[in-house]
């Protein structure tokens, strides 16, 4: 029987700390690049506590908030942990002091030390959580392995008088029309001849009631988001001249990604499950190692990686057709049944061995984009630190 180690490592990232920086500053960088809309929706993600407006110099990461953590924050003087699992999130009604997760939370407000959390945000950004995973186990040519859709948008196309068209498409910008990821006022125009004849009670801009108009008109394109239909209507409606303006909105088909869970590539080098087996219980360090299906001689080339609790994906992987995939807490039934259907070798690393490289992402995210010190908690916290050898 072993048991082990848990003595406390910690690894350093080292920057040169600019006193400018504050628990916002972090927590702002990291909400930019772990984007909280990613979560899920019964996910807790972000600033746990602290003061947004304190300094930061030193940070350290970590997959779980443990005592052993704090530990290690407080004696190391850490003004923010950033931690993959949420402290809350299920169940908690009561932070007291004589609690569990109560009294972690008073150490770390007695110590002045922030937390922030990045969980399934985390594991569905590029990069993200299975992109350290597959990075370490030389897993290249990556894309999600269960694509998040991209939330469709509108597309709205409106005629209006060339020497109007700016007034018109300020006043949709202002309404939250054309944004795209990370850049605003986006449009799209060129100009033609419209063409109209006004009759009855019409009031027209340009022309007379009764004769047919030709006007230099631009055509003006933008996108914006479904739930802005109302509001860019009303701002087009109030700062286009025309009494009936001309537009056409153009409902976008749903497409996936670059973003969500999983990773799906191929090795360098085509390698036996045997050789990819051993790499990975090597890389991973495990606390209690790690298993896999299939026959050692097997080759493999195409793998798919999922940090953390993997299975849900057994299906998806098996419809990908690839030779191997690796993730963590494996069950029987699902494994049984996804080999019973021809599904690929599977690897079982754990949960906490195949989320702890996205400690050393956010580590060097840190130490480079804010130039703090930064320390990874490389002590394993998976709770099963007991094992039997057979």
Known sequence: MTHKDESTTVTSVTGTSDAGISV?????????????????????????????????????????????????????????IVA???????????????????????RLIRARTALFTAHTNADSARPGVSDALAD???????SPLQPAPLAPMDKWIVMV????????????????????????????????????????????????????????????EMVAARGLRRSVLAALRAAHPYEEPAFDILAEEAIDSDTGLGRVGRLASPSTVGEFVTRAAGTLRSP???????????????????GGAGDSLLDTVRGLGVDLYLTGDLRHHPVDEA????????????HWATEFPWCTQVAELLANRLALDVEVFATPTDPFTLHADC
Request: contains cysteine.
């Open 161 to 220: 008088p060339e020497g109007s068209a700016e007034q018109v498409s300020e006043a949709m910008f202002a309404a939250g029309a054309g944004a795209i990821g990370e850049y605003r006022d986006c449009a799209w125009s060129v100009v033609g001849v419209g063409q109209f004849e006004a009759r009855g009670a019409a009031n027209p801009t340009i022309g007379s009631l009764g004769e047919r108009t030709h006007v230099d008109e631009a055509r003006v």
């Open 24 to 80: 916002g500053s972090v927590a702002d960088l990291l909400d930019r690049v772990y984007p909280p809309r990613l979560a899920e929706a019964w996910d807790s993600v972000g600033l746990v506590c602290g003061d947004r407006t304190e300094a930061v110099a030193r940070a350290l990461i970590c997959v779980d908030v443990t005592d052993a953590v704090v530990d290690a924050a407080v004696a190391g003087d850490v003004d923010i």
């Open 136 to 142: 370490v186990l030389g897993v290249v040519d990556t």
């Open 84 to 106: 993959h699992h949420p402290l809350l999130l299920r169940g908690v009604d009561s932070v007291a002091a004589d609690t569990a997760k109560g009294s972690v939370l008073h």
């Open 288 to 306: 209690w190692g790690v298993r896999a299906t299939g026959e050692r001689s097997r080759v493999v080339e195409t793998v798919a990686v999922c």
């Open 339 to 350: 080999l019973r259907a021809g599904g690929p070798v599977l690897v079982d690393a754990g």
